[in-house]
């Protein structure tokens, strides 16, 4: 389970101290080895439950049960039993994108969602579609799946700004192909050989097996680009503060939570027009710049412009990024969780 989840189910109890909430996941990714712990949410993985899927629910004598996917069969199994007595939500971020394998299973999910799930709860406008295509109905679906934690948040009075001794382009997430951190090292290294861009850096975090390459990639560099083990929350803040833009170039991207951290920080941000978070969290022009999927050319166009910009320019798009980003909040993740329980 992620951290931002986390937090959301962490909100939604201490708001509401009547409600009790049981979590039964898979353990931490070691790509992404998020800190999960506190006292208020029992956290129990399924690769040490002394127990069936099925006896650990029926202990919990459940008001809701929210399933993230519908892979997992002894899941649906627990769906099936309780869907016609209580609130039971699938939760979904894959996108319509019209391939023929997603319309072979539109055609069939019509007969067998609903056997498991009353409702779907999707991240934005993209994965909605798809949820209408599986035959839910408006009433059924619900946006604002993931918000990025609280703790990612400028004051008021604070905007990006390149006061700074040069600025910087930051990367955050796994290195793994379909990502493309390659692709952004490679990019910028091209433009760091022209005079203009000599004050810019890049910085890239995470872990991944493209690590050493993204390494050897950073030292041929001698300072431009720099290397970084995954951060926690607290430490990412600095990173996302510290920064003047930020770039996802991922070519799979079902959301893209960082985007939307990013965006709560006043970044202006470069992502892909296949990016689930696109158009939602990134109004082309307005607070960043949205390059043609798999066209490396029109990303190195894009990114030539996002470095080209004024300061004015970049503290417009950062002003843009922050009010964006506050139509998601882990507030309104808990009204929607209270929406299904009333």
Request: aromatic letters at 12%; hydrophobic letters at 40%.
């Amino acid at each position: 389970m992620p951290r931002y989840f986390f937090e959301c189910l962490t909100y939604f109890v201490r708001s509401n101290p009547n409600y009790s909430v049981f979590c039964l996941c898979n353990k931490p990714s070691e790509d992404a080895p998020f800190s999960l712990s506190n006292e208020e949410i029992s956290i129990e993985f399924l690769e040490t439950l002394d127990r069936s899927v099925g006896e650990w629910v029926d202990d919990k004598s459940p008001s809701l049960i929210f399933a993230a996917g519908w892979t997992n069969s002894d899941y649906l199994s627990v769906c099936k039993r309780f869907v016609r007595q209580i609130p039971v939500i699938v939760g979904m971020d894959n996108l319509w994108n019209g391939a023929l394998k997603q319309r072979v299973f539109c055609l069939f999910s019509r007969f067998f969602l609903k056997k498991y799930f009353n409702h779907i709860w999707v991240p934005g406008s993209k994965h909605e579609r798809y949820a209408r295509k599986l035959g839910f109905s408006a009433n059924a679906i619900r946006r604002g799946l993931y918000s990025c934690e609280s703790i990612y948040t400028l004051d008021e009075d604070e905007i990006k700004n390149s006061s700074n001794e040069y600025k910087e382009v930051l990367f955050v997430g796994r290195f793994v192909d379909y990502k493309r951190p390659r692709l952004l090292a490679e990019t910028f290294m091209e433009l760091i050989k022209e005079p203009e861009f000599k004050d810019w850096r890049l910085k890239m975090i995470g872990n991944g097996p493209l690590k050493n390459s993204l390494m050897q990639m950073a030292d041929e560099t001698k300072g431009f680009i720099s290397v970084f083990d995954f951060q926690q929350s607290t430490d990412l803040k600095t990173s996302f503060a510290r920064a003047s833009v930020f770039c996802l170039p991922s070519s799979n991207e079902h959301w893209g939570v960082v985007v939307h951290e990013a965006a709560s920080m006043g970044l202006p941000i470069i992502i892909s027009d296949s990016c689930g978070s696109y158009p939602d969290l990134l109004e082309d022009g307005l607070n960043g710049l949205v390059f043609r999927d798999k066209d490396e050319l029109d990303f190195k166009k894009k990114l030539r412009k996002m470095l080209s910009m004024s300061e004015a320019d970049l503290s417009r798009m950062s002003k843009n990024s922050k009010a964006i980003a506050q139509s998601i909040s882990v507030e309104n993740w808990n009204k929607t969780m209270l929406g299904f329980l009333r």
